[in-house]
Structures are given as C-alpha cells and as structure tokens.
C-alpha cells in the first residue's frame, strides 16, 4: 500500500505501509495470514524525494502457549543511526489478549487491569508494573489482581454503593 503526493515545496511525500503478506515466507506472518490477521500493520516507512524521514516496525510474537499471535512491541526508525530501535515493549498479556503491562523503551511502565469478562478496563497505572498494583468494584467478580482466597461473591447485601461484596474467609 503506496501513497504518493507532492508537498508545496515540490518535494515528493512517499507513504508506504505493509502488511503480513508482503512478509510471506516468514513464519510468523504466514500463521497471521492463515488466522486472516492480513490487514495488521508490519511496517510504515515515510520518505521524503525517497530519503527515509520516519517508520516503523511492529514486532508480532506468539503467546498463551501458542494460541494467540499478539503485538510484542515496536521499532522506530531512528533518521541518525538510519536503524530500527526498539521503541515499545508490551511485557504482559492476559489470556484474553489485553494489555497488562507495556512501557517505552527505557521508560516507566503503564500497567492496566480488566474487569467483566476481560472485556473493559477498570485501572490505567502509569509507574507501577502489573504485581504492584490492583482493584476491585466489588461488583464484576473478578479480584483485580489481589491475592487472597474469597468464600464467593454474596448478593444479598445492600450497600450504599452496590449489592454484592466478597464473602471474606
């Protein structure tokens, strides 16, 4: 996928983006092609009368012993070096393929935690990883990352705020 345009400088703009089929042959990109993950990006580079002025690579990574192919960061390309560098990492994934943990290289990490199913963020921590912190409403029934065992959820409270709690053992 190629766009090209000219500035008002008469220069010529080159935006090219690729996608796991332009890396058929590469393991990797051929399970994401097989899983039908073919409009992920892999790589945007952007040019400037065909000098490099920005791009960058998104690494894939399998994880959940195999089950799901998931971003593992991010290389930026770096116009002095004229490398890709190591930009993002995500360091943890929940087994519903949410972000738990990611962080800029040499960077404070940003750690997050999931509620009603996996299906909705509850907590966005920026300078903490994913062990330091946690929460729970009480309400969706997961702990939130603490570490203590519950005798279940009862529902036959009322509270101000909700009309469950943890039965605490």
């Given at each position: 996928?190629?766009?090209?345009?000219?500035?008002?400088?008469?220069?010529?703009i080159?935006?090219?983006?690729?996608?796991?089929?332009?890396?058929?042959?590469?393991?990797?990109?051929?399970?994401?092609?097989?899983?039908n993950?073919?409009?992920?990006?892999?790589?945007?580079?952007?040019?400037?009368?065909?000098?490099?002025?920005?791009?960058?690579?998104?690494?894939?990574?399998?994880?959940?012993?195999?089950?799901?192919?998931?971003?593992?960061?991010?290389?930026?390309?770096?116009?002095?070096?004229?490398?890709?560098?190591?930009?993002?990492?995500?360091?943890?994934?929940?087994?519903?393929?949410?972000?738990?943990?990611?962080?800029?290289?040499?960077?404070?990490?940003?750690?997050?935690?999931?509620?009603?199913?996996?299906?909705f963020?509850?907590?966005?921590?920026?300078?903490?990883?994913?062990?330091?912190?946690?929460?729970?409403?009480?309400?969706?029934?997961?702990?939130?990352?603490?570490?203590?065992?519950?005798?279940?959820?009862?529902?036959?409270?009322?509270?101000?705020?909700?009309?469950?709690?943890?039965?605490?053992?």
């Open positions: 996928n190629r766009t090209v345009t000219t500035n008002s400088k008469g220069q010529t080159t935006l090219e983006k690729k996608y796991p089929n332009d890396f058929s042959g590469t393991t990797i990109y051929n399970h994401m092609i097989a899983r993950m073919i409009n992920n990006e892999v790589e945007s580079t952007s040019k400037n009368n065909g000098n490099i002025t920005g791009g960058q690579k998104i690494l894939y990574k399998w994880y959940n012993s195999n089950t799901q192919i998931l971003t593992e960061g991010m290389n930026r390309y770096n116009r002095i070096s004229q490398t890709y560098e190591p930009a993002l990492r995500i360091n943890h994934y929940d087994a519903a393929g949410n972000i738990l943990e990611q962080q800029k290289v040499n960077d404070i990490a940003s750690s997050y935690l999931w509620a009603y199913n996996n299906s963020p509850v907590s966005e921590t920026h300078n903490a990883d994913y062990g330091s912190i946690a929460y729970s409403s009480f309400e969706a029934g997961e702990t939130g990352n603490w570490d203590y065992s519950y005798g279940g959820i009862n529902t036959s409270y009322q509270g101000i705020t909700g009309k469950k709690a943890f039965a605490l053992s």
